[in-house]
């Protein structure tokens, strides 16, 4: 079953303007991961965000992680046309450490 | 190679007839998981391979779907009498610990 879910499911930005998406989940967590996708592509992945940390940067990307609402968000700053892809964040229970548990996606069209 | 690499890439079968995925981690990686992506959702887990432990099947949808690994290398995922709704991409990926995992770029199953 799948214990995340991004928000929204599409969205489209203007080249060099800002994405966030946002992922909910329901059980407690070791650990939660975005991964990107692109079309036609295998699954890259982006950050990861333990438990006990609130907030990660890697490059122009930005994630925090609220475990009191268990929620992340994923910012993407100065957007570019190759950021265009879907983005899946990915949850590691504390109860199975090694099952990565998947949403549906938020799929990003950056236009140019 | 440096990647994650499955074969093949493309698989169009008919209703029925078995099939067999394959998945090459990268060296050095002890787990390897199998995930099944159907269009438009996020990523179901299947099954998990860590060294010479007993695999996670917890994941296999039917019993025609079973997979095997070599050591902690190659692994196969076996669907037997395909049936139209096993039509997706079936993702590998492999990782040293539980943290990031490297994704292959998958398999397109399309059962007629």
């Known amino acids: 079953s799948q214990q995340g879910e991004e928000d929204p499911q599409a969205l489209s930005i203007q080249e060099g303007e800002n994405a966030t998406m946002n992922c909910s989940y329901k059980?407690?967590?070791?650990?939660l991961q975005w991964y990107r996708q692109n079309s036609g592509r295998g699954l890259v992945h982006l950050i990861l965000?333990?438990?006990?940390?609130r907030e990660k940067h890697s490059g122009r990307l930005r994630v925090t992680l609220d475990t009191s609402k268990k929620s992340s968000s994923l910012l993407i700053t100065a957007s570019r046309a190759a950021d265009t892809a879907s983005y899946f964040c990915?949850?590691?229970?504390?109860?199975?450490?090694?099952?990565?548990?998947f949403g549906a996606g938020t799929t990003v069209t950056v236009r140019a | 190679g440096a990647g994650v690499s499955q074969s093949p890439s493309n698989k169009v079968t008919e209703k029925g007839k078995d099939v067999e995925l394959r998945c090459d981690p990268i060296?050095?990686?002890?787990?390897l998981y199998w995930y099944r992506q159907r269009l438009g959702q996020g990523l179901e887990f299947l099954i998990y391979?860590?060294?010479?432990?007993?695999?996670?099947k917890s994941g296999l949808p039917s019993d025609r779907f079973s997979a095997e690994r070599t050591g902690e290398s190659v692994s196969t995922l076996t669907i037997q009498r395909t049936q139209q709704e096993d039509s997706a991409v079936y993702l590998c990926?492999?990782?040293?610990?539980?943290?990031?995992?490297?994704f292959g770029p998958g398999t397109r199953l399309t059962v007629l």
């Open positions: 990926a492999s990782s040293r610990d539980f943290m990031g995992q490297f």
């Open positions: 059980t407690s967590i070791n650990n």
């Open positions: 965000i333990r438990s006990n940390e």
């Open positions: 990915a949850t590691i229970s504390r109860s199975n450490d090694y099952k990565l548990s």
């Open positions: 060296s050095g990686h002890t787990a």
């Open positions: 391979f860590q060294g010479n432990s007993a695999p996670d």
